[in-house]
């Protein structure tokens, strides 16, 4: 959603950033390498690392050194690449990028980063993605996505992740509980994927904030490749710098550059671009490039719409081996919360004067999933086409559409103002991450896992809340003649599942409220709560509770910045209630 004033972090500019940033994990070396994020290469025997350093004049390259060893015996060395950010007012600092190359699928591979001047990052792991021989013995494999982490609430990342600070890195989740969040699927996750929206922002404080979170990070994408795309927080020019810069060992393979603030300003396009994981064939794309953002004269709109019709023809020849294709981008093609799902979203649905539409294009190549963050919710649709859907993943007709907005920031909830849509299955505006674990070409499991500490208690974190199987048995084009229609199964069309944070706030969850009539007006119509709330208690009252709560969650969290996203300056949300009526004399 739109970036919004907060109250800032105090942080030291130039040169001495570094220590002030990390001072909980010691004092770092301005030229030691250090926030470690690893990419898939082109092909599974490459596995790509990026790094950053804040050396006072230019480094030479770096190197990184891999092993099959824990101790790195044996091991093979490569040179990087680096070269200066400069965006960022009245300071340069560097990012590095180096292959290791050569790799045996299938393989857990070790492996550290040396600087020019001799310091080393600590060894991380990391295991390789399969190829058509040894992808049956390696199945099933996890893919998670997210989209929208802030360094500050980044509540996915472990249970310790706070709002008091940015910093939430190895040493803060070294206390969380390990057996949940991000933390707890490092071992056996195959990649992770972050649909856009990093830092909040990755420009602010000087680009400081950028620094935070990639150190936060670390502990996760150091050991799990990190894998991207762009979203509206890294539309101004400086944050779409740092986007750039920080990610630029993605396997940018759309064969266009990229232009930025940033000299120098040419980079590899890592706003689209594709790879196979496995089963699995991804595709990034920029949803910003409808709205106005541009990055040279490569990364267009209609070059992006272009370069990914090719690379789907490329990926429907080669299904046999890799069945499942997803793209994904950071803004909604289909959602239900608020206004962010009619205009804009039809856009990237339908395009512009009727050209570059995403969904036509996703129908035309069989497109089995796409994932988006922007809203900070959760929300999956069953498989759908021009707004209509079958209430079946079997053997789905259309494409499935999944929100997952929702790992955390000082933005906290989205809103639900709209009527929950047939075509949607399941939707949430609690904090948390999607899983995917494909089984074979067939058959994929879906579940969302909660990691919200606004108003569950730890018991809580980690819990699944979405669980549901998608089966496909003919991957490939899907049919005009045969598209969704509204069908439903025989015992009728089932209601969605929806669940607003705003029912246990208000006293009106139908599963532990006191006031059970209030509780029932609102079953199966949770959306549009503050307004039918101030409509029987009074605005003042509301205000009064607004204050109330808001103070309370920004202590429970820890912080002093957050705000309510989901409401409006006057303390109202942004729509109409419609269906749910009240009982006179009951009371909220």
């Known amino acids: 959603d739109p970036p919004k004033m907060m109250m800032a972090v105090t942080w030291v500019t130039g040169i001495m950033?570094?220590?002030?940033?990390?001072?909980?994990?010691?004092?770092?070396?301005?030229?030691?390498?250090?926030?470690?994020?690893?990419?898939?290469?082109?092909?599974?025997?490459?596995?790509?690392?990026?790094?950053?350093?804040?050396?006072?004049?230019?480094?030479?390259?770096?190197?990184?050194?891999w092993s099959l060893s824990p101790t790195l015996s044996s091991s093979t060395t490569a040179t990087g690449n680096v070269r200066p950010f400069t965006a960022d007012t009245g300071r340069v600092w560097y990012t590095h990028a180096a292959n290791m190359t050569g790799l045996s699928p299938s393989t857990r591979y070790y492996y550290c980063v040396h600087s020019a001047s001799g310091e080393k990052s600590k060894v991380y792991s990391y295991k390789t993605q399969p190829d058509s021989s040894t992808v049956a013995s390696n199945l099933p494999e996890v893919h998670i996505i997210f989209g929208d982490m802030g360094a500050s609430d980044a509540f996915t990342l472990c249970s310790t992740c706070s709002g008091s600070t940015s910093v939430c890195d190895a040493t803060t989740c070294a206390t969380a509980n390990q057996s949940a969040g991000?933390?707890?699927?490092?071992?056996?996750?195959?990649?992770?994927?972050?649909?856009?929206?990093?830092?909040?922002?990755?420009?602010?404080?000087?680009?400081?904030?950028?620094?935070?979170?990639?150190?936060?990070?670390?502990?996760?994408?150091?050991?799990?490749?990190?894998?991207?795309s762009?979203?509206?927080?890294?539309?101004?020019?400086?944050?779409m710098a740092h986007y750039?810069?920080?990610?630029?060992?993605?396997?940018?393979?759309?064969?266009?550059?990229?232009?930025?603030?940033?000299?120098?300003?040419?980079?590899?396009n890592n706003w689209f671009y594709s790879w196979d994981a496995g089963l699995v064939h991804y595709i990034a794309m920029s949803t910003e490039l409808y709205f106005n953002v541009h990055g040279g004269g490569a990364a267009t709109m209609k070059t992006q719409w272009e370069w990914m019709e090719a690379d789907l023809k490329k990926a429907q020849a080669n299904r046999a081996n890799v069945p499942w294709i997803v793209v994904h981008g950071h803004r909604s093609i289909y959602c239900s919360c608020d206004g962010d799902c009619d205009a804009s979203a039809l856009i990237v649905r339908d395009g512009i004067l009727g050209e570059y539409g995403m969904e036509p294009l996703f129908f035309k190549y069989?497109?089995?999933?796409?994932?988006?963050?922007?809203?900070?919710?959760?929300?999956?649709?069953?498989?759908?086409?021009?707004?209509?859907?079958?209430?079946?993943?079997?053997?789905?007709?259309g494409t499935i559409y999944v929100v997952t907005g929702a790992a955390g920031s000082r933005e906290l909830h989205e809103p639900f103002t709209r009527e929950q849509p047939t075509w949607s299955s399941f939707r949430s505006?609690?904090?948390?991450?999607?899983?995917?674990?494909?089984?074979?070409?067939?058959?994929?499991?879906?579940?969302?896992?909660?990691?919200?500490?606004?108003?569950?208690?730890?018991?809580?974190?980690?819990?699944?809340?979405?669980?549901?199987?998608?089966?496909?048995?003919?991957?490939?084009?899907?049919?005009?003649a045969d598209a969704p229609s509204g069908w439903c199964p025989a015992e009728g069309c089932a209601s969605g599942v929806s669940y607003d944070h705003w029912l246990p706030l208000l006293n009106l969850d139908p599963e532990t409220s006191n006031?059970?009539?209030?509780?029932?007006?609102?079953?199966?119509?949770?959306?549009?709560?503050?307004?039918?709330?101030?409509?029987?208690?009074?605005?003042?009252?509301?205000?009064?509770?607004?204050?109330?709560?808001?103070?309370?969650?920004?202590?429970?969290?820890g912080g002093h910045s957050e705000i309510w996203e989901d409401v409006h300056g006057d303390g109202n949300s942004d729509g109409r209630w419609a269906n749910a009526t009240w009982a006179s004399g009951d009371s909220a």
């Open 182 to 228: 991000l933390i707890s699927e490092i071992r056996d996750t195959n990649h992770i994927v972050h649909t856009g929206d990093f830092a909040y922002n990755m420009e602010d404080n000087n680009g400081t904030i950028g620094d935070q979170f990639m150190v936060n990070i670390e502990q996760v994408a150091a050991n799990v490749p990190y894998m991207t």
């Open 515 to 557: 006031h059970t009539h209030a509780a029932a007006a609102f079953a199966g119509k949770e959306y549009e709560l503050i307004a039918k709330y101030r409509k029987h208690n009074g605005a003042g009252q509301w205000k009064r509770d607004e204050v109330h709560l808001l103070a309370k969650a920004q202590a429970a969290l």
């Open 230 to 239: 762009i979203g509206n927080h890294e539309n101004s020019a400086k944050s």
């Open 429 to 480: 505006n609690t904090f948390g991450y999607s899983k995917m674990t494909v089984y074979n070409h067939t058959h994929v499991h879906w579940q969302q896992i909660q990691t919200d500490p606004t108003l569950f208690g730890p018991d809580l974190y980690g819990r699944v809340i979405d669980d549901t199987w998608v089966v496909q048995h003919s991957h490939g084009p899907f049919d005009e």
């Open 17 to 65: 950033m570094a220590a002030q940033a990390w001072e909980v994990t010691g004092t770092v070396s301005a030229t030691a390498p250090v926030q470690l994020h690893l990419a898939l290469g082109r092909t599974p025997t490459v596995m790509a690392v990026g790094w950053s350093s804040y050396d006072a004049t230019a480094p030479a390259p770096g190197t990184v050194e």
């Open 366 to 397: 069989g497109v089995d999933f796409f994932f988006n963050g922007h809203e900070h919710d959760y929300e999956r649709s069953w498989p759908v086409y021009k707004s209509k859907s079958d209430q079946s993943n079997v053997d789905p007709k």
């Open 244 to 268: 750039t810069e920080r990610f630029r060992n993605m396997p940018a393979n759309s064969g266009t550059t990229v232009t930025t603030a940033n000299t120098p300003s040419v980079a590899p």
